[in-house]
């Protein structure tokens, strides 16, 4: 999940409409976003999603790296702490460098049973992957919000103590709830 003041683009199908390589889409939304509304930006570019938002986490504002899809690049990440993969928690890299895994390099020389055996199938055959540059997350387009809300206006008011415990049956005259009609009658 993209971190409240960043934002995830996948900038493939864009790359034949807009006539340009990834350098220059980049350099077209930085300058935009300078432009129209006082942004300055840094951006990352990688062959996944992994490898862009940690080139993007290592750029000054103003600035772009793009991370080649070759196996030098991938070996650029080896001397990083453990903590700059995504996911890892402060549990999860105390635990590791307990068993002396510092680096994203000590975790891709560790075969990935035996991070298996640290962190469960699942989480250790995920970090292997990553530490090998490997990451199957795509961009999603309309990821789900955080949260979801709705109101609706009531024309009167619901907490009134009258109104409490009233039933709400139809009334044989009308079909309006007798609790509704019994709130909207004169008081006497």
């Known amino acids: 999940m993209p971190e409240p003041d960043s934002a995830v683009a996948d900038l493939s199908g864009a790359l034949r409409f807009w006539h340009r390589d990834v350098r220059g889409i980049i350099e ?8 129209f ?10 062959p996944n999603r992994m490898l862009a938002a940690m080139a993007c986490a290592l750029t000054p504002p ?10 030098e690049a991938v070996d650029a990440l080896r001397p990083r702490a453990v903590r700059e993969l995504p996911d890892i928690g402060t549990r999860t890299a105390t635990l590791l460098a307990e068993y002396g895994l510092h680096t994203i390099g000590d975790i891709a020389d560790v075969p990935h049973l035996t991070l298996q055996r640290l962190l469960g199938a699942r989480p250790g055959r995920t970090l ?3 530490a090998h540059g490997c990451d199957t997350q795509t961009v999603d387009p309309t990821p789900t919000p955080a ?19 009233a039933p709400c049956s139809p009334s044989p005259t009308t079909s309006v709830p007798a609790c509704v009609q019994a709130t909207r009658s004169p008081k006497g």
């Open 37 to 46: 509304h006082g942004l300055r930006s840094s951006a990352g570019a990688g």
């Open 128 to 130: 292997h992957d990553r």
């Open 62 to 71: 103003g600035q772009r790296t793009i991370v080649e899809n070759s196996p």
């Open 147 to 165: 949260s979801i809300g709705a109101d609706h206006r009531f024309p009167r008011d619901e907490l009134d103590p009258a109104a409490h415990g």
């Open 28 to 35: 077209l939304i930085q300058s935009r976003g300078l432009a």
